[in-house]
């Protein structure tokens, strides 16, 4: 099979032949439909996620159809239309047996953990588990678009950010993850500030369903900013790129008893952002991460998006080949596209 190959961090990225996959005990192997490319894919060609093991496969957000089943695999038959988590958790560790697949002890993660799916097929390792079902009228670019941004987005904004009508809810960084929360917020009608440094990307970000905005670029104090956009401070503030500046001022723009959730990544000097650790204790605020979605809540994000509350397909912005992914892979970290870019053509 074709895939995209690199045999050392941040070098070259080429086109193989390499060989087909088989279905793991318990797993299955998927003729990859779509597969987004995602800024988590450049962080491990960068070496930042010490589960990579060169040579690698990227790509970890992808929709495609089952193509051969593994011993063991009780639920999926070739021919099926799936989608699955960017974590898929093994379903026998503490962390599952409570409901918390996303932090499984022993994950499976296509692109990480494993080679993923910038390649015409992928060995997917506890599909019982992990698979989701695609609804027939949801395409497999849309479906692809969801693995990684807009589900950790929609368990962000639903579960751990507890987002309700009314509220204000800023998301700093509007690549897509960012973008995906707007959307989301919107929908459970909180009242949605965009931060980024691109104006155009700010207008996108209007049309995903932000009421203000702020360009940080231009703001000297961009948590003052959100403060007096929002009468206060934000309720909920999301950090959706992985910087430590952006990560200071969610947390400084909250107001009293806010919660700050984490979806960026972390990585390089960025590690050990600085905190304003007084305001924390002082204005009781709360800290959390968000890694991802259980494959279990899907059906709830599934089941807005055939309401038609959400729409993730307006989040993609243009589609591309397997071998133009190449680029597309690494000039993530320029942000100088807007919307989510999927793989189509293998």
Request: negative net charge; charged residues 20%; hydrophobic residues 40%.
């Amino acid at each position: 099979m074709k895939a995209v190959v690199y045999r050392a961090f941040s070098g070259p990225l080429e086109i193989e032949q390499v060989p087909d996959p088989l279905p793991p005990e318990g797993g299955v192997v998927l003729k990859v439909m779509a597969s987004g490319v995602c800024l988590s894919d450049w962080h491990g060609w960068q070496g930042h996620d010490p589960d990579v093991v060169l040579p690698h496969v990227p790509g970890h957000e992808l929709a495609g159809t089952v193509e051969a089943v593994g011993e063991g695999v009780t639920n999926w038959h070739p021919g099926d239309r799936v989608t699955l988590p960017f974590v898929c958790g093994c379903g026998h560790c503490p962390q599952c047996e409570s409901g918390n697949q996303q932090v499984c002890d022993h994950q499976f993660q296509p692109g990480f953990t494993h080679w993923g799916s910038f390649a015409e097929y992928v060995a997917i390792h506890y599909a019982d588990d992990n698979l989701v079902r695609l609804p027939d009228d949801m395409d497999f670019p849309t479906a692809a678009s969801l693995g990684c941004r807009f589900a950790t987005s929609f368990r962000a904004i639903v579960d751990q950010g507890r987002v309700s009508e009314g509220e204000w809810v800023v998301v700093h960084g509007c690549g897509g993850v960012g973008l995906s929360a707007i959307m989301i917020a919107a929908a459970l009608g909180a009242r949605v500030v965009a931060v980024d440094i691109s104006d155009d990307t700010l207008e996108f970000a209007k049309e995903m369903g932000a009421v203000a905005t702020v360009n940080a670029n231009a703001a000297t104090d961009t948590a003052g900013a959100v403060r007096d956009l929002t009468g206060g401070g934000a309720h909920v503030s999301v950090d959706a790129i992985g910087n430590a500046g952006a990560c200071f001022n969610s947390i400084d723009g909250l107001r009293k008893r806010g919660r700050h959730i984490q979806i960026g990544l972390m990585a390089g000097d960025d590690q050990a952002p600085r905190i304003p650790m007084h305001k924390v204790i002082a204005n009781e605020l709360e800290i959390r991460g968000s890694h991802g979605m259980q494959a279990y809540r899907y059906d709830e994000m599934l089941a807005m998006i055939s309401a038609g509350k959400l729409a993730p397909a307006k989040l993609i912005g243009r589609t591309i080949k397997l071998d133009e992914s190449i680029a597309a892979l690494t000039s993530m970290h320029d942000f100088d596209t807007t919307g989510v870019t999927i793989i189509t053509e293998f």
